[in-house]
C-alpha cells in the first residue's frame, strides 16, 4: 500500500473535534490495495479464500474478473487513513467500535481507496475523554459506488 500527504486538519483539543460536526467530510489520500497487503491479511487472519490469494483462479473463476481484497481489511484501513487525514494532537485514542458496517462494492486488488470522515457527533467520556462518531465512507477510485460505509467510534485524551 502506499501513500503519505500531509493531513487535512489538526485537533489538539476536545473542543477542535466538536468544531468539525456537521462540517465538510474529511477526505484522506488515495492508497492502493496490492496483492502483497491482501496476502499479508490472510496470513494475519487465516482467511486464504481463493478469491482474495489466488490470481490465476480468480481471473478465471471470480464474477469479479481477478482477486479482491478481503471486506475486513478494507475495513481495516479506516484507523491507518483517519490517522494520516486528522492529526490528532493527544496523550491517548482509542477505537471503541463501529456501527452499521456495509460492503457495498468489491475492492479488486490495485484499487485505489480514500476515505471521507465526517464528523457526526462529539461526547464527554470519563477520565476527561470524548467519544466521536465518524461517519466513514471509503471510495474506489473510477467508481461512483463506495466500497464500505461505517460509523467509527473512537476515544480521545487530551
Known sequence: MTGSA???????SA??????????????EWLTVDQASVDRFAE????????????????????FGGPVAHGFLTLSLIPALLGKTVALEQRMGV?????????????????????????????EVDNN??????????????SERPVCIAEFITRHYF
Open 129 to 142: 475523554g470524548v467519544q466521536v462518531v465518524w461517519n466513514v465512507k471509503l471510495e474506489r477510485q473510477g
Open 6 to 12: 500531509a493531513p487535512a486538519a489538526t485537533c489538539g
Open 44 to 63: 494475519a487472519t487465516g482467511d486464504h479464500q481463493w478469491i482474495h490469494v489466488d490470481p490465476e483462479r480468480a481471473r478465471r473463476e471470480s464474477p
Open 95 to 123: 477505537n471503541y467500535g463501529l456501527n452499521r458496517v456495509r460492503f457495498t462494492s468489491p475492492v479488486p486488488v490495485g484499487s485505489q481507496l480514500r476515505a471521507k470522515f465526517a464528523v457526526e457527533s462529539v461526547t
Open 15 to 28: 473542543a477542535a473535534l466538536r468544531a468539525l460536526v456537521g462540517g465538510e467530510p474529511l477526505v484522506s
